[in-house]
């Protein structure tokens, strides 16, 4: 059984949009504590299959499991966001005018289901938690500052907090280095370094420097045309023949 202790699984997920195939029969399954990249050219379907996992679009055939007890297709975008998939879009969106401390506090409140105050006293372990999490965002520093004065790279490692605080399962990231200097970069991949084993990630990237550093010893799979072309380890994947072609051939 391949696909024992998986946290999902996708199992030939078409999606068409007016007679035109997004994903075409795509099968995919990551395995817990799994950190797992995305990459494929322009058009592949990368962002329509983030779509489907998170309910945001609906798979017009196949089968999506989120562990072994929830159908993705028999829920909303909430109660998937509710059943532990956080996902971060390419742009941060932070709440500018509160600072990086309150950003934490307001997302943990929310996943409480506690109206977004912050008159509510958090905590001494909640406030530990944030504590630990702006530690590891290296934003420490930071917690007084309106969130709206941080870097861009410094706003996306906010938002990623933010996710954590909803304590998620499964983490999908779209393009996180996106528009980020070197050494965001660089940071970028020593954090989700540190996210891999205690949370399992999908993450969508074109930046290939960036694959490589982490995709280390873990899976690579490479869509095309709607559905997996290849998929192992950097290495394999960048010596595949219909890799290079699809790569080299636009
Ligand atoms: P990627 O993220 O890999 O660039 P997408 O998932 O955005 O690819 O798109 C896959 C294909 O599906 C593209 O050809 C795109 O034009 C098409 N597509 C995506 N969303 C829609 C939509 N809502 N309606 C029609 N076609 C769409």
Redesign the pocket.
Known sequence: DTTHGAILYLESIS?V??G????NNLSLDIGVGELRCII????????????VITGK?RATSGSAFFGQNYDLSTLSEAQIADAGIGRKFQRPTVFEHHTVFENLELAMKANKGVQSTLFARLKSAERDKIASTLEMLRLTSEHRRPAGLLSHGQKQWLEIGMLLMQEPLLLLLDEPVAGMTDAETERTGELLNELRGKHSLVV?EHDMDFVTQIAQGGKVTV?CE?SVLAEGTMQQVQEDPRVIEVYLGR
């Open positions: 999606v949009f007016d035109f195939k997004a994903l494929g050219p322009n058009g592949a379907g990368k962002t329509t299959m983030m779509d679009t969508v869509l709607g």
